[in-house]
């Protein structure tokens, strides 16, 4: 199927709405899912602000494939705890939204030129439930994520976000879940921010503004800080992927500018 064909396969499958936002959160701990912190009064202030979509896409830095994209058709995605030595109530938590199994296979075809794939064996990782039991604590819309190519390159997941964007005009939200910086090996309790992970996230905020984002997904914009900031760009590229589905006409606002443990940046920001 061409991906004119499942334009059209969308159209009829979803209601037109007005445009839907774009959404990037930095999701940081896994703890902020049980914490009453700054972070989580944030995230359950934007759901409230956000339009109810018909379903919700998820690009999290904590599915990534090599060689392909894989869309997650599964009729009943599963709450994955992905991570180690936390307590036991973070295991406890689930997050029982239903999938759309259709309009992913739709997806799939959407992106047939990106070498996607469907798969029904993954689910809802850390970087989906943490955030999206505050934007929709219900679980009452139909979310299903979309996974990230190690082996593409940045320039290919701003593609990414342009072959999706078509998704906003049908109800579909698109959110991105990682962080602008991640370098966990550096990171620091209480401790004030390093300047390299300042200065990364200062320039990725400027160059967001200025709607740069082709500087944006080219590592010689950052030299080595790209480097110190992304040991590896998994938590990156979900930003990406919200950057390339956004258009000219959309205003974007930045929440959550803050970075944690010195070397992790929860910079959020939402493309209107």
Not at 103 to 130: I, K
Not at 169 to 179: K, P, T
Not at 228 to 252: E, K, M, N, R, W
Request: net charge negative; glycine share 6%.
């Amino acid at each position: 199927m061409s991906a004119h064909q499942s334009l059209g396969m969308l159209k009829d499958r979803l209601k037109a709405s007005d445009k839907m936002p774009v959404v990037f959160l930095g999701h940081g701990s896994p703890m902020n899912a049980i914490e009453d912190n700054d972070y989580a009064r944030s995230w359950r202030k934007l759901g409230r602000a956000l339009p109810r979509p018909q379903a919700i896409l998820v690009v999290s830095a904590h599915w990534m494939t090599q060689g392909t994209t894989l869309v997650d058709v599964s009729a009943f995605p599963r709450t994955i705890h992905d991570f180690y030595g936390f307590p036991d109530e973070l295991y406890m938590e689930s997050y029982p939204a239903e999938g759309a199994p259709d309009l992913a296979r739709e997806v799939v075809s959407l992106l047939a030129s990106h070498h996607a794939e469907g798969d029904d064996t993954w689910g809802l990782d850390h970087g989906a439930w943490t955030v999206l039991k505050y934007l929709y604590p219900n679980a009452d819309v139909p979310v299903f994520q979309l996974s990230i190519d190690m082996t593409a390159g940045l320039a290919h997941q701003l593609e990414i976000g342009q072959a999706i964007a078509e998704l906003r005009h049908r109800g579909v939200l698109i959110l991105g879940s990682g962080n602008v910086v991640h370098n966990l090996h550096t990171m620091r309790f209480g401790a004030r921010p390093y300047d390299w992970a300042t200065e990364f996230d200062t320039r990725f905020a400027s160059l967001l503004e200025d709607r740069n984002m082709a500087a944006l997904a080219d590592p010689q914009t950052f030299g080595t800080l790209l480097r110190q900031a992304h040991p590896s760009v998994d938590h990156y590229l979900p930003a990406l992927t919200i950057a390339g589905a956004a258009d000219s006409a959309d205003q974007l606002v930045f929440m959550n500018d803050t970075i944690d443990i010195a070397s992790v940046s929860m910079r959020s920001f939402v493309f209107y």
